[in-house]
């Protein structure tokens, strides 16, 4: 059974920084595409950042290119995501997913998904 466990979140002033972290089990880690993905309160869910399987390629959304940034660590079966220079608007649940095929901003293409860490960034 594949399982993606997001932590890492909580309560951060603007400017602040976090870092999230996904473990993922069931699954060959260093076969599969990682991507985070975050959803505000009445919006639609929207890609953050990806990266390829050996994680030497990575790409992110405008918003937080520059303040983010996507690693792995494919002995630890762990994805993470660096968030610096929170912004209010950078509230969310964040997700993690896993992709067999490539990595991309598509929320489609993820075949695995966690349940979210809820991320609130204060003015």
């Known amino acids: 059974q594949v399982q993606l466990v997001e932590s890492g979140g909580g309560l951060v002033q603007a400017g602040g920084s976090l870092r999230l972290s996904c473990a993922a089990s069931?699954?060959?880690?260093?076969?599969?595409?990682m991507g985070w993905f975050r959803q505000a309160p009445g919006k639609q869910r929207e890609f953050v950042a990806a990266?390829?399987?050996?994680?030497?390629?990575?790409v992110y959304a405008e918003p937080v290119k520059g303040r983010f940034t996507i690693s792995r660590d494919n002995a630890k079966n762990t994805v993470y995501l660096q968030m610096n220079s929170l912004k209010p608007e950078d509230t969310a649940v964040y997700y993690c997913?896993?992709?067999?095929?490539?990595?991309?901003?598509?929320?489609?293409?993820?075949?695995?998904w966690g349940r979210g860490t809820q991320v609130t960034v204060s003015s």
């Open positions: 997913a896993a992709s067999n095929t490539y990595y991309n901003s598509g929320a489609s293409w993820y075949e695995h």
């Open positions: 069931g699954l060959t880690f260093s076969i599969y595409a």
């Open positions: 990266i390829s399987r050996s994680g030497k390629s990575t």
